[in-house]
Structures are given as C-alpha cells and as structure tokens.
C-alpha cells in the first residue's frame, strides 16, 4: 500500500502516474486492464481526506477497487513519474 496524507499527493503542475511494469518493462496484464494510477483518475479518499493505493495481487473489494494497481504474484517494477514538478520535488522535501 502507498498512503499519502491529506493534501500530500505529488506536489506537480501537470500531472503525476503511478505504472506498473513486470520484470521485462511490459504491462502486466490483469481483470481489469489498469496498468496504471494517475492524478487524472477519480479516487476514494478516506474519510480524513488521506488516500490509499493498493499495489497487490488480490482484489481489495469494490470499495476499494478505484485505487487499485493490480500486481503480478512475482517481481515488477514500479514507476512514479512527475510532469511539470514543483520545486518539493526538485530539491528533494517532498
């Protein structure tokens, strides 16, 4: 699970996502064709305004199927990219 506090998601002007590759930097393929999280995407929040990823194999249950990546049972790679970052990220205080 990736948390982030509330109002703590990455500091960008444009936009940031969160993909998932296996082993070969391909799409891992899944029930629900999402090989990617982005701040295009509409989330559940938690009740205090924090918001929980769920990178694993298994289904978290439909309330929290929006912030699902799902994930292979072996090795893969996750990438975190940043467009447009804001300085928090630049010099590292993020």
């Not at 982030?4 to 082993?23: H, I, M, N």
């Not at 009740?47 to 929290?64: H, N, V």
């Amino acid at each position: 699970m990736i948390h982030f506090d509330k109002g703590q998601t990455p500091p960008v002007k444009g936009f940031w996502s969160l993909t998932l590759y296996d082993e070969g930097y391909f799409f891992v393929p899944n029930k629900i064709d999402r090989y990617t999280l982005s701040s295009r995407y509409d989330f559940k929040y938690n009740k205090d305004g924090s918001l929980d990823f769920y990178i694993q194999k298994e289904d978290p249950g439909k309330e929290k199927e929006a912030n699902w990546l799902p994930a292979p049972e072996g090795g893969f790679i996750l990438m975190f990219r940043f467009y447009w970052p804001e300085q928090a990220i630049t010099d590292g205080s993020w």
